[in-house]
Structures are given as structure tokens and as C-alpha cells.
């Protein structure tokens, strides 16, 4: 989940708590948006290999062995003292960052400050059981268990109903002023951001309607269900990514794919979905969430979080022992990951 680049030096001040430390080098109703705010996070120490495209990417050999089908059970670590900053039990999928307040969809909508305390619901003028949310550093997006969808300028109050899809909300994209819907049975939408007509992106048939996640790149979105599914911006039909069988987690980062799978593999994709390339095995269990500023990737499995220099692709050993499993990793900026747990709330890795 990228975090606006304006909020990061408001980050150094107020956020004390560190992540992962890298060796060095390494809605309509709504008020008009205001310009956008880039949402993708700046790594200042990016390595050049990850400057550009696919393409210039240098990968490393390497082959995924066939997948079994089978899917082990992550271990459990023994439970570390990782320092809380927000206080509170909700189940945190993922985050998003509106001025110095973060939020979070478990059910209803919650609140805390960026620099500690506890978490407060916020009322949403009715819209409930939400299971999905984006922003666009001014404003959120928010989809529920029935299929709607609704924004809400924080500054101003309650939610806004902006549409309606065919089933369960389970992600939510941003792109030129549309807002793209991943729904659990119908495949995806798209919207005018502001709120207006719900159109299908294009037909889907079988597997590729039942999505589960979705991840915005440069020319298309990213579907996941059993595999990764590509839809064009352009409308042209969702295409199969190959090789990516057993999926079960997604991140992107300017213009690169990045999927987690069932036997604890990552691999990556460019925006034409065309090839697929194994980086390396990162667990040995299913991956359940990822997260990268582009210099390096993290992937957890169970109550742990492992690391991989994405120069070297060398996966290492990073964080273990949450007090639950690990379901969301947002990246602020090069040293600080935001831990989001199925209960238990929201912790920050270590320095």
C-alpha cells in the first residue's frame, strides 16, 4: 500500500519506530480532488537497477520447481516484544495515509494518528461492513462485503455512496481519475473516481471472475485468484500470466509485478504480463503478504517476515515472532515497514 511522498518527512519527525534496516547502498458528492498526491513511494537509495522498467532489471537464473498443490502450514514463532505505537485489536489488511492519520477498513472504518495512540472508529454515514480501501492521499475509498462503494473526504465528514458492483469488494485501484472495483465473483469494474456509472472493465469467464486482491500497474491491473489475471486500462479482456500458479499475494512497484505463491516463491512481471521470472524462495510456507520500495522486497508467512535485496536477490531473514500472522507490509519509505496483523492490530519492525 504506497504512502504519499509529501507525508514522508512528516514520517522522519513523528515515527520513531524503525523497520527492517537495510545495509546501505542498498467520492459523486464529493468536494473536487485537489491535484493528486503521488502515492508511490521514493526510495532515495533505490539501487539503478530498479529505476526503470522490467526490463532493466537484471534477474537472477533461477527456476520455480512445479507446484504439488499442497500448501503447509506456516510455523509459529515464539511471540517478541516488538514495540506498539497503536494501541488496539482490529484486523488490519491494509492502510492508508490521509495527512498524519492512518486508516484502516476492519468491518467499519478506523482511525489513528500516524505518531501513536489508539485506534477510533469514524463515522461513515451508514456505509458498513467494509472489507476493502485506497487513497488517494486526500481522500478514501472504501468497498463493503455487499458491494459498494463510497468515498469519504476525511476533512469533510461522512461517506458518500458512489456505486454499486455485483459482489464482495476485495480491492480497490486508482488510475486517471478511475476507480477500478475487484469484486469476489463478478471479475473488475471501473468508475469515475467522483462517483457515476459502474462499468465491467470486460468479460470474464471462469477463474478470472473470482478475485480475491488486485494491484494497480502503469497499463493494466492485476487480478489474484488461483493465478494472476491482467486487465488492460483500455478494456480489452483480462489475459492469463503464466506460470503463476498457487498465488497468493500481490505488490507492484513502477511498472513491476510482484507475486507471492502458495510454496513460498516470489516472482516478478512486467506491465505486458508477457513473461514471468522466479526471483527466489522467501518461506516455506504461503506468502501471504508483500511489500517493496523498489530497493527491497519484504514477504510474510505466519507470524514472520522475511527480506530480499531486489540488486542481489538474496532473501534473507528479517523480523519473526508477531503476537499474530502477519496480513499486510506497507512500505513508508526505505527503512520503515508497517506491520498489519489479522488481530492484534498494527505494530512497526525494529531498527
Not at 537509495?45 to 532493466?56: D, Y
Request: contains cysteine.
Amino acid at each position: 500500500m504506497p504512502i504519499s511522498k509529501r507525508s514522508r518527512s512528516a514520517i522522519a519527525l513523528i515515527l520513531w519506530l524503525g523497520g527492517c534496516t537495510a545495509p546501505q547502498g542498498s467520492p459523486e458528492g464529493l468536494p473536487d480532488p485537489r491535484p493528486p498526491v503521488p502515492t508511490a513511494p521514493q526510495a532515495d537509495h533505490a539501487p539503478p537497477a530498479m529505476t526503470g522498467t522490467l526490463s532493466s532489471m537484471r534477474f537472477p537464473d533461477r527456476m520455480r520447481p512445479a507446484w504439488n498443490g499442497q500448501r503447509a502450514t506456516p510455523p509459529v514463532t515464539p511471540v517478541m516484544g516488538h514495540p506498539k505505537t497503536w494501541a488496539g485489536d482490529l484486523a488490519v489488511r491494509e492502510l492508508a495515509l490521509v495527512g498524519s492519520t492512518l486508516y484502516a477498513a476492519s468491518g467499519r472504518l478506523y482511525a489513528v494518528p500516524l505518531k501513536g495512540g489508539a485506534w477510533k472508529p469514524v463515522e461513515t454515514g451508514g456505509a458498513a461492513g467494509l472489507t476493502r480501501m485506497t487513497s488517494d492521499g486526500q481522500r478514501l475509498y472504501l468497498g463493503g462485503r455487499d458491494g459498494s462503494v463510497h468515498g469519504i473526504d476525511p476533512s469533510q465528514g461522512a461517506a458518500v455512496r458512489l456505486g454499486q458492483a455485483a459482489s464482495e469488494i476485495t480491492g480497490l485501484g486508482l488510475d486517471q481519475g478511475k476507480l477500478y472495483v475487484a469484486t469476489a465473483r463478478d471479475g473488475i469494474f471501473k468508475m469515475p473516481s467522483g462517483g457515476g456509472k459502474v462499468e465491467s472493465l470486460a468479460s470474464a469467464e471462469g477463474a478470472a471472475r473470482t478475485v480475491s486482491d488486485l494491484a494497480m500497474g502503469d497499463k493494466a491491473c492485476f487480478t489474484l485468484g488461483e493465478r494472476v489475471w491482467r486487465w488492460p486500462f483500455d478494456g480489452s479482456g483480462p489475459t492469463l500470466i503464466p506460470d503463476t500458479q498457487g498465488a497468493t499475494a500481490l505488490a507492484s512497484h513502477r511498472g513491476v509485478l510482484y507475486v507471492g505463491t502458495a510454496d513460498g516463491w516470489v516472482l516478478a512481471s512486467g506491465d505486458d504480463g508477457k513473461s514471468v521470472h522466479a526471483l527466489g524462495k522467501m518461506a516455506s510456507s504461503p506468502i501471504e503478504a508483500l511489500g517493496t520500495d523498489g530497493s527491497w522486497l519484504y514477504a510474510s508467512s505466519g507470524n514472520s517476515i522475511t527480506m530480499m535485496d531486489l540488486k542481489s536477490f538474496t532473501p534473507m531473514p528479517c523480523h519473526s515472532g508477531f503476537p499474530a500472522p502477519v496480513s499486510s507490509l506497507t512500505v513508508l519509505d526505505g527503512e520503515t515497514v508497517l506491520v498489519g496483523m489479522r488481530a492484534q492490530g498494527l505494530t512497526s519492525m525494529p531498527r
